[in-house]
């Protein structure tokens, strides 16, 4: 069995990339030569969505050599109706509590849309898992940690369909395939040995969702993503010292061969201070950047050649050398010169 893994398209007619996002995925899928592509909710960004788009799907999940099953998430719970088409090989698993497939040794278990609580379904969940079999858990959660907010979640709510590594521990599945999350591809492997992961979306749904995309493959040998060659939205930011700015601009240049503007909007923020005339500096900049579509670059750099000769930020400057820890004396010399920088323009 081999499976391809993949939530949150949210498909929309205003924004087509994410609708060949899809199609590299279904491409991908042939490659790759799977059984299966899981869908953990979220495929359209609302149910007229789905109607608006009805007819593209049917063409993309028709003719397939393999199967495709979705599950409704918080955002097209309505999409789906069982008398409704979107191609010969896609179904919607929308019964409640849960709708199992089995595949051979194989056993999906999906949760559709729900607003109750994950610990009710628990006892459900834990019965449908069959011993001997591979069993998989589809559904649409937030996974409720500290260090995960709702910019993860493309800003929605956290607490919809709350899990937790106790709830998920002990019910029997070996991988729990989770949608909602669109930030990037997401491991986690709980006490139990089951492997839970969060794909990300397979696009930048908003410019949140940072740097390139993948899709999660499961198989015999467990789960890894794949990449992909979606659309994403990149930001990058370096920091000017004076003396560094022949490193900075090495920097910038390795950024921009790293993502290519056919598929990411890019933004370059270089801030800091920099010992030449800054007509010069951005001049160069400029240069780097010239004839490339899809990138943006923000100087919020000053020059401070004008400081560097001031008697007080010399003595300063001779104070820090004293300094052993190379990244700390940066972070001084930096806030010295934004102040000494803040009192010249303000002509004190």
């Not at 059984?35 to 049917?58: K, S």
């Not at 089951?194 to 467990?222: C, W």
């Not at 008697?311 to 400057?317: C, D, I, K, T, V």
């Not at 004293?322 to 940066?330: A, G, K, N, T």
């Amino acid at each position: 069995m081999k499976i391809l893994h993949t939530a949150d398209v949210h498909l929309h007619t205003e924004h087509p990339r994410r609708l060949e996002a899809l199609q590299e995925l279904v491409s991908l899928g042939r490659e790759e030569n799977i059984d299966l592509l899981l869908i953990a909710g979220d495929l359209f960004d609302d149910h007229q969505q789905a109607e608006l788009l009805r007819g593209e799907t049917r063409r993309l999940f028709s003719n397939l050599p393999y199967k495709v099953l979705a599950i409704p998430g918080n955002h097209d719970e309505r999409a789906f109706s069982q008398d409704s088409f979107w191609g010969a090989d896609f179904s919607a698993l929308t019964q409640q509590p849960c709708s199992v497939q089995d595949f051979g040794a194989w056993r999906i278990v999906a949760v559709p849309y729900t607003t109750g609580s994950f610990a009710s379904l628990a006892p459900t969940l834990k019965e449908k898992a069959v011993p001997g079999k591979t069993n998989v858990l589809l559904l649409h959660c937030s996974w409720s940690l500290p260090h995960y907010t709702g910019e993860d979640y493309g800003g929605e709510d956290l607490r919809y369909l709350p899990v937790t590594e106790e709830t998920l521990t002990g019910l029997g599945y070996d991988y729990i395939l989770a949608g909602h999350f669109h930030a990037t591809y997401k491991q986690r492997r709980l006490p139990c040995g089951a492997v839970f992961v969060y794909p990300g979306s397979p696009v930048s749904v908003t410019a949140r969702e940072q740097g390139p995309r993948a899709v999660n493959l499961v198989d015999q040998e467990g789960c890894r993503p794949l990449s992909l060659n979606t659309w994403y939205f990149q930001t990058a930011d370096f920091q000017l010292t004076p003396g560094n700015t022949r490193e900075v601009l090495r920097q910038v240049e390795q950024t921009l061969a790293e993502h290519s503007p056919h598929n990411c909007q890019l933004t370059i923020n270089i801030s800091g201070f920099i010992d030449e005339a800054e007509t010069e500096f951005q001049a160069r900049l400029e240069a780097m950047v010239a004839g490339r579509a899809n990138t943006e670059l923000k100087p919020l750099y000053l020059s401070v050649r004008h400081i560097l000769d001031n008697p007080l930020y010399q003595r300063f400057s001779q104070y820090l050398e004293q300094e052993s820890d190379p990244e700390l004396r940066r972070r001084m010399e930096a806030m010295a010169l934004e102040a000494l920088s803040q009192l010249f323009a303000e002509g004190r």
